[in-house]
């Protein structure tokens, strides 16, 4: 791939920013909307969860946008709108998990070998690994349906944006 079309796909840092801190707070919301529906959202550990998943969609969001942008350059609306749903879905969710699994690394961490013996490695991967499944189980449904609903439409947006 060339360098200029690696390039070109970056997103402005005006739009990754605003758009991150959107979409941020779009995914807590369906977090607390999906806690709400399951009257669980009067739980102390409520603004944990959010949190999650405002800096997971946070992190995700520059990405998604970066691999949109960088998959359909070009290309009609509906090659943009495929490229952005992919993007953004995977990112978000993969991002989502990635801040669960360090804050289960983290709860764990007391337990585990010293750094940097192969025991640790095998507790790092083994601690992740069953974070990200554990969140894939649970998590993931707090997506829904406030979270599909936003996919679509930042789908939406992105396959309109000029290219």
Do not use: C, K, N
């Amino acid at each position: 791939m060339e360098r200029s079309r690696l390039v070109r796909a970056l997103p402005d840092p005006a739009t990754a920013i605003a758009g991150a801190a959107l979409w941020a707070g779009v995914m807590a919301a369906s977090a607390a909307a999906w806690l709400a529906i399951a009257d669980r959202l009067e739980t102390s550990r409520t603004p944990d969860i959010l949190a999650t998943f405002a800096l997971g969609a946070a992190l995700a969001f520059p990405v998604a946008l970066y691999l949109a942008r960088l998959a359909a350059p070009g290309a009609r609306r509906e090659a943009r709108f495929a490229a952005a749903f992919l993007a953004f879905g995977v990112t978000t969710v993969l991002g989502v998990a990635f801040v669960y699994a360090m804050q289960y690394r983290l709860y764990y961490a007391q337990w585990h070998d010293h750094f940097p013996s192969v025991v640790w490695v095998f507790q790092l991967v083994f601690t992740g690994a069953a974070a990200v499944y554990q969140f894939a189980v649970l998590g993931v449904r707090m997506f829904l349906p406030v979270g599909l609903a936003a996919l679509l439409l930042v789908s939406l947006w992105h396959a309109r944006q000029a290219r």
